[in-house]
Structure formats: structure tokens, C-alpha cells
């Protein structure tokens, strides 16, 4: 049974940092794209970040450029969303996928097969 299991969430200042990880667990991954979206309330879920499993190709959403880092460590099977500069606009549930692709470009843009239950992001001014 594969399982994605989010932790890290909370409550920050504006300017502060997040590290959200994503214990992985079921199967191995090594044909998959790992990636992190969002869903802020009345909004639709959003893509954030990606990076291939076996071989740590990357890739970000513009919102995530510059502040945000998608990593993974493939002893550990955990990927990882370190975010700095948080801002209000952060504030979202963040949920971890799992997509069997090589590439991840197509991250946000085909569904993912396998999603986590999400934790809360809250970002207060």
C-alpha cells in the first residue's frame, strides 16, 4: 500500500521559514516524479514544485522560484519543501503527489497517481 505522509506544516511570520517533508512509503519510486501543491481556501490546487525521483531533475512553479527548494533523500525516502520568505499568500494546505513519469514537467499538468493527506500552512502579517 503506498502511503505519502506529510509533516512540517504551521503556524509563521511573514519572513519566516517552513520545511514541509513527505515521508514516502508502498513501492519503489524510482520511475516516478515526487511534487508539492497547494490549495488555498476558495481556490483551486496549484502546482509547486517537482523533482524526479531517481535522478533529482527539478522543477518549479513561477510562485516558487527564488524561495522555495524541492529535495529528496532517497535514504531516508522523504522528499522535502523548504520555503523561505513566507508570505500571506503562502497560506494554503500543502499536499505531496507522486506521479509515474520521467519528467517532471508534466508535474502540473496530467494527474498525479498517488497524493497525501496535505498539511496546513498558515502565514500571518
Known amino acids: 500500500q503506498v502511503q505519502l505522509v506529510e509533516s512540517g506544516g504551521g503556524l509563521v511570520q511573514a519572513g519566516g521559514s517552513l520545511r514541509l517533508s513527505c515521508a514516502v512509503s508502498?513501492?519503489?519510486?524510482?520511475?516516478?516524479?515526487m511534487g508539492w501543491f497547494r490549495q488555498a481556501p476558495g481556490k483551486e490546487r496549484e502546482f509547486v514544485a517537482a523533482?524526479?525521483?531517481?535522478?533529482?531533475?527539478?522543477y518549479y512553479a513561477d510562485s516558487a522560484k527564488g524561495r522555495f527548494t524541492i529535495s529528496r533523500d532517497l535514504a531516508k525516502n522523504t522528499v522535502y519543501l523548504q520555503m523561505n520568505t513566507l508570505k500571506p499568500e503562502d497560506t494554503a494546505v500543502y499536499y505531496c503527489a507522486a506521479k509515474r513519469t520521467l519528467s517532471p514537467i508534466l508535474m502540473p499538468h496530467t494527474p498525479s497517481d498517488y497524493w497525501g493527506q496535505g498539511t496546513q500552512v498558515t502565514v500571518s502579517s
Open positions: 523533482i524526479r525521483w531517481s535522478t533529482g531533475s527539478l
Open positions: 508502498g513501492r519503489t519510486f524510482n520511475s516516478y516524479v
